[in-house]
């Protein structure tokens, strides 16, 4: 791509120039349901759908459209049913968003070329991995479901999220549903929108590495997490870079995520890489860290939701004898205590992330972390490396974790878990070499908050 920073930049600043819409601008009634039908290409739309083609670009005036450094191609097979038969592609990747209200909205996607081959994969707002590398045979047109989060910061009238500067463009916090498609050769047909927040949630309070990462190249392993899920529960990812338990408080981060929250949803709790550092926002292991852990497993069981333990990864640390330092002291043990004393699951990335670290090795496990050499990617003359934030590579690895973790505490929640999802060694990992991740068109090689 000639300019890889075009299209982010483009499309962040429409986000952020554009107004709130309510429920009722975006349909027919404040009463109904929302609901949103719209037929790509160069045919005649499907009857209820809205016809979008290649030369239909967003603009802060405008309810959707597509986002491209090059504009697409529009194809049309007469011969093809109408909401098969046109579709848009492009050799780089392209966006399309559209304006919501915050909420849950389960998507429907008519993915595939009825003359031809497609290979597809699906990000939503900030890089979430939604479908990963769909193929399609000659002549193939499948239909795939995710259901994405919209959010914005408000609470209530007066009150919202106190965001960091560099949140201000974040796709997170917009009022759009924004997908991105890419992959080798994205084919899209159609895309019907439906208003899904009867569905469960699980939300996730972290730092960066568990925040949805808005650039390339880093990841975490919230913003992978989706893809190995059932479109019948929404992932909510509410962590962010440099956060600790004290400031997600402060910052009505948590404030937000139970307003939103219902029963039967869960949150996730993933701190200790900022806590364990000294400053105001301190906490001790097995006093005030529990005490703040605490804290948020109380407001969501007045909430009816489902409380989860998440030890912290580990940095990439090595000793002489090839073995993980540990650099979080007492803080994974002391969340491991605080899970047995409130009889909650405990998902163990910690002990899993070490092994997986060692099974890779000194110099292969920085395939999972943004060690990159000068010049990789635009701007960037000196050397990336860095050893707590992850590559997609590593993040997908420590997402599988997760999921693992899941099953392995026999939850409810891994009725959830995708049927392809065959389980995960972490002495086993998938071979970094062969991992297959489309850029996504945003690039920084400014490190994320937080060590």
Known sequence: ????????????????????????????????MISKRFDFGAGQPADGYILVNQDDVFDSNKEYGFISEKKLEAKNVESAEAITGDFVTSDEPFYF??????????????????????????????????????????GQVVTKTIVVDVRTPRINDSLKVRRKSREML????????TLEFGGERPC??????????????IFLAGNSTVVDQENEPWASWGQMFPRFLKPEIVVANYAESGETLKAFRRENRLKKILSVMKAGDYLFMEFAHNDQKPGGNHVEPFTTYQDELRYFINEARKRGARPVLVTSTNRRKFNEQGEIVNTLEEYP????????????????LNAMSKQLYETLGVENSKHAFVHYPANTYP??????????????YGAYELAKCVVQGIMDNEMELANYIVDDFNGFDPTKPDDWATFFWPESPGKQVLKPDGN
């Open 188 to 201: 899209v047909s159609s895309i019907q929108i439906e208003e899904a927040n009867d569905l469960p949630v």
């Open 379 to 392: 701007r960037q003359n000196k050397p990336l490396a860095d050893n707590t934030h992850f590559n997609p």
């Open 333 to 348: 043990e002391a969340m491991r205590q605080l899970a047995k004393a409130e009889n909650l699951p405990l998902i163990d």
């Open 97 to 138: 968003t559209v304006k919501m209200p915050e909420g849950r909205y389960k998507i429907s996607l008519t993915l595939g070329d009825p003359n031809g081959t497609s290979a597809t994969t699906v990000k939503a707002e900030s890089r979430r991995l939604m479908l990963e590398d769909v193929r399609t045979a000659k």
């Open 1 to 32: 791509m000639k300019n890889a920073s075009y299209i982010f930049g483009l499309l962040t600043y429409f986000c952020f120039s554009s107004g709130n819409l309510s429920a009722q601008d975006t349909t027919t009634g404040c009463d109904k």
């Open 170 to 177: 974040y796709l997170n916090w917009d009022n759009q549903l």
